[in-house]
C-alpha cells in the first residue's frame, strides 16, 4: 500500500501545466482560502500497514509550496516528488494588476512552457497564449456573454476541443459539454453537471463512463469529504439517473432544483449503500479543517483495503502574519480521520 496515495493537488498542477481547459486559478479566493495567504506549504506522507493495522512505516512521498504576493495573487509554484526526484516550478508575472505571463520549468526539460494571458476591456481573459520548449504553440480562448464565461475553444499539443458552460436564470452554473475532435471520428463528448459550483455527475455520451460526486457534510455546516462512485452500465442505478438527469435539465435552468448539493449527495450516498454492486466507490478524500474553514490535513483513502492511504499536512502562513497547521506527520490527526471513515459506514 505504501505508494498508492497520490495528491490531486500534483494532478492539478500537471494537467494545468498541459491540458488544462479552465480559466486560471489566480487569487488566494480561487484556491479555496478565505484569509489573505503569503505562503503554503503542503507534505504528503504515504502510510504502509503491518498485519495487525498497525502503522509500520511512513514515507514522504511530495512537497507542493505555494506563495503568494502583496495583492493575494498567486507568485509561485514548486512540486517536488520524493518518488522519482521530479520537479515542477512556476513563476508568475503580473502587469497592472492582471497575470500577465506564468514560465514553467520541469525536471524534465521538453515539458517547459510559457503561458502568456490577453485581455479584453472588462479585465476579462480572453486568451491563455503556450509556447513550449521546442516552439510549438497551442492556445485556449475564453468568451463570455452577459459578464459569464460560456465557451472554451481549445487547440493544445495538436488536440482540439470546445467546452460549453450552462447557467441558470440567477447565473448558477449547472452542465458543462466538452467536445474533444477526435481525427476521423466521432467527437468524444463529456457532459457535467453541478450544484452549488461543484460537480455532481459526469457521463461521456451516449450513456457510458458515468460518475457521480457526493459531498460529505460535518455538524458545522463545512464540507469534510468527498466520495466518487462509478457506475455500472446498463444497471437499474444508471437508469434511474438517466431519468434524474432529464429532471435536472429540465429544472435547473429556472432555479427550480427540488434540492440542494446536500440533499443529493445523502440521495447518492443511500443509492451506494442500497446498490454496492451497481456503484463502485473509485476515489474519497477527507479533509479537516480550521477556524476559518481553511484545509489543514487531507487523507487519500484506500477502498479496497477501507484505510487511510495517506495524509497531506498543511502548514499555512497568512499575510496578517499569523501561522496555522503544520508539515510535520501527527498521528493523532490519522486517527481523526480514521474514525471520520469509521463514521461514513461504507458497505
Not at 119 to 126: A, C, L, N
Not at 219 to 229: P, R, T, V
Request: proline share 3%; aromatic share 14%; with cysteine.
Amino acid at each position: 500500500m505504501k505508494k498508492i496515495f497520490i495528491h490531486f493537488f500534483s494532478l492539478i498542477i500537471y494537467c494545468h501545466a498541459a491540458y488544462a481547459q479552465t480559466l486560471p486559478d489566480i487569487t488566494y479566493q480561487d484556491y479555496g482560502y478565505t484569509k489573505p495567504i503569503k505562503k503554503v506549504t503542503q507534505l504528503y506522507y504515504s502510510i504502509d500497514y503491518a498485519n495487525d493495522g498497525s502503522v509500520k512505516n511512513l514515507e514522504e512521498v511530495e512537497k507542493v509550496t505555494q506563495t503568494f504576493n502583496a495583492d493575494g495573487n498567486i507568485e509561485s509554484y514548486e512540486n517536488q516528488s520524493f518518488l522519482d526526484e521530479s520537479w515542477a516550478k512556476s513563476q508568475s508575472a503580473y502587469k497592472q494588476g492582471r497575470l500577465h505571463k506564468q514560465l514553467w520549468i520541469y525536471s524534465y526539460p521538453y515539458l517547459n512552457r510559457t503561458y502568456t494571458y490577453l485581455y479584453d476591456k472588462q479585465s476579462r481573459i480572453t486568451e491563455e497564449k503556450i509556447r513550449f520548449k521546442d516552439g510549438s504553440k497551442s492556445h485556449i480562448k475564453f468568451r463570455y456573454k452577459d459578464s459569464l464565461l460560456t465557451q472554451i475553444e481549445a487547440d493544445i499539443d495538436g488536440t482540439q476541443s470546445v467546452t460549453e458552460r450552462y447557467y441558470s436564470a440567477k447565473g448558477k452554473l449547472y452542465k458543462e459539454i466538452h467536445r474533444q475532435k477526435v481525427p476521423n471520428e466521432a467527437d468524444i463528448v463529456t457532459n457535467y453537471f453541478y450544484l452549488e459550483d461543484k460537480e455532481i455527475l459526469s457521463f461521456v455520451e451516449p450513456q457510458s463512463y458515468f460518475y457521480a460526486t457526493a459531498y460529505l457534510k460535518g455538524a458545522m455546516g463545512h464540507h469534510f469529504g468527498e466520495i466518487k462512485l462509478k457506475l455500472i452500465e446498463d444497471s437499474t442505478a444508471q437508469n434511474k439517473l438517466l431519468k434524474g438527469i432529464l429532471r435536472f435539465n429540465k429544472e435547473a435552468p429556472n432555479d427550480n432544483l427540488p434540492f440542494d448539493l446536500q440533499a443529493y449527495s445523502d440521495q447518492t450516498l443511500q443509492a451506494y449503500k442500497k446498490n454496492p454492486k451497481e456503484l463502485k466507490p473509485y476515489r474519497m478524500v477527507l479533509y479537516l479543517r480550521d477556524e476559518n474553514n481553511n484545509i489543514y490535513a487531507e487523507a487519500e483513502v484506500d477502498l479496497q483495503a477501507r484505510k487511510i492511504a495517506g495524509i497531506g499536512f498543511f502548514k499555512t502562513e497568512f499575510a496578517d502574519g499569523t501561522t496555522t497547521g503544520t508539515t510535520d506527520f501527527r498521528h493523532k490527526k490519522l486517527h481523526i480521520f480514521e474514525a471520520m471513515l469509521e463514521q461514513t459506514k461504507l458497505p
